[in-house]
């Protein structure tokens, strides 16, 4: 009698093709990432914002890991992505997301595109991402990829987003993505009246603090500790 793969086996009993029920694990585990980040929330008193929850449940994590690690892709941790970076755990993904208070018609600006799935998960919140990385080779892959998974409101730019992106500023929020020594200058600049940043500040070999800044409508700027945080350094730009 001709034998059959495991795989097969299951694509006769349901009908469904192999790969179609993998995608179902993986929606599934996705969804349960995300009830684990509402309960985690809710034990420390906050309520995560259902919109953010809601576009995580939307947004294939294990697309913007590497191959080999997709089985671990649903997992409250960050991956290694490449080239010394890594993808944020997927909680501080909703913390971030949640303290810029994203709105449909914002423009955004993230520094430190990485994988690119931050600036997928805010692309469904607002109206445009334009997304900022320094090491070449993983701002080419995330253009790449956010462009194959259909993300077409975010914009990737290799270079060093210290100095922001004056032509499309300014913005109604700034998330940066590695760890700051210090809140660069030209981002609160790019910041409009009544936007929110949301950075991590502090030495670039042990923690850093997640610092929310907000400019208010008067141009005063105002800045909360949120919580430690961990992020792979910012960098600059070798200049001569
Ligand atoms: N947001 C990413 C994770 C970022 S890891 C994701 O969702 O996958 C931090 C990223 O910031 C790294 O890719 C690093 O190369 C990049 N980075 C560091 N310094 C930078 C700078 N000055 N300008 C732009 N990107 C920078």
New binding site residues.
Partial sequence: MKSFGALAILTLATGIPAHTERELDYASARARLVDSIRGYARSMGARADPRVLAAMRTVPRHQ?VPAGQRDEAYRDYPLP?G?G????QPTI?AMMTHLLKPEPGDVML??????????AVLSRLVDHVYS????EP?ARR?AKRLDALGYDNVTVQH????AGWPAHAPFDGIIV??GAKHVPPPLVEQLKPGGRMVIPVGSSLGTQELKLIMKDGKGRVTSRTITPVR???????ERD
């Avoid at 270079?159 to 210290?162: I, M, N, Q, S």
């Fill in positions: 913007f992505i080239e970076q890594t993808i944020s993904v993230e520094v430190g595109t990485g994988s690119g799935y931050q600036a900022i990385e320094i090491v993983l995330s270079g060093d987003g210290y993505t590695a992020f792979v350094p910012l960098t600059r730009e």
